[in-house]
């Protein structure tokens, strides 16, 4: 069962964190697995530095891939040597989350 988290928006890093958590511990107790990714873009894309006060270390030392897309990050003058430890950065965020559906993940927005 692979999903692809999707946040553009700041202030739903809560939801966020709290889904993939939920998530995670749910395919655990029923002895799933597949992939698990955060697609972050927009005015998220702010929450990647090291000091934005987002932890995203528990997320990916849970196994769940970070990705930070870098149109997002040049829009919002987010300096590549200033993200935090284990996020992958991909070129445009978009085509990840086409890419990623048409391999088929499921999408989820909160």
């Not at 997320?59 to 897309?69: D, L, R, T, Y």
Request: proline share 5%.
């Amino acid at each position: 069962m692979n999903v692809i988290f999707h946040i553009n928006e700041p202030e739903k890093w809560s939801a966020v964190l709290s889904n993939v958590a939920n998530y995670l511990q749910e395919m655990d107790k029923q002895g799933k697995t597949g992939a698990v990714e955060i697609l972050v873009n927009g005015k998220a894309i702010i929450s990647v530095e090291t000091a934005s006060g987002v932890d995203l270390a528990p997320m990916i030392n849970a196994g769940v891939k970070v990705v930070a897309c870098a149109k997002a990050m040049a829009g919002h003058q987010v300096d590549p040597s200033t993200i935090q430890h284990g996020i992958v950065v991909v070129p445009v965020g978009v085509y990840e989350l086409v890419k990623r559906q048409d391999e088929g993940f499921a999408y989820v927005k909160p």
